[in-house]
């Protein structure tokens, strides 16, 4: 396999990376399963949360990593007998005829999901910055008219 990005020849540096990946997907595909995530990659993952801002860090690394709707086939399940084999027969053909369809519509939703998950994300930016700016004011008129700060307490740290 030779890969070409560009111009430049990128095999040996790509290469064995696309290869590692096509693999997992093929076992994955083979198997009929969804492929598995990481420990990163599961809501437990925001137990571990030390603040607020920390906390919608890894949410919205979960939301990014998860968006997305995956097309990979699957096993169809059927009851046990002659009919219900006939039934997966037919489930299985239909799946095969109408998955283009499928693909396209999950595509559609993918970029729809991500989209949303953008929008998120620039308005927790945006919510984060007007608290930053509304701090510093806050500490320069506290500072101006000689009034001690007092400790602020998260709500996280509070329900502790």
Known sequence: ???????????????????REARALDAAHRSQVMPSFGPDYRAEYLKESRS???YEKRLFTLIRNR??????????PR?????????????????KLLRYQHDR????????????????????????LD?????????????????PAPALE???AASH
């Open 79 to 95: 009851k046990p007998g002659f009919v219900w084999a006939l039934m997966g027969v037919v489930r299985r053909f239909l799946w």
């Open 67 to 76: 968006y997305g709707i995956a097309s990979v086939s699957f096993a169809i």
């Open 131 to 147: 608290i930053q700016r509304l701090e510093e004011r806050l500490a320069a008129l506290e500072r101006r008219n000689d009034i």
């Open 52 to 54: 607020e801002s920390d």
């Open 1 to 19: 396999m030779r890969l070409w990005i560009a111009g430049q020849e990128r095999s040996a540096d790509l290469g064995p990376g696309i290869v």
């Open 105 to 128: 519509m999950a595509f559609q939703q993918n970029l729809i999901n991500l989209q949303t998950v953008n929008a998120l994300r620039w308005a927790l930016d945006a919510k984060t």
């Open 154 to 156: 998260t709500p996280h």
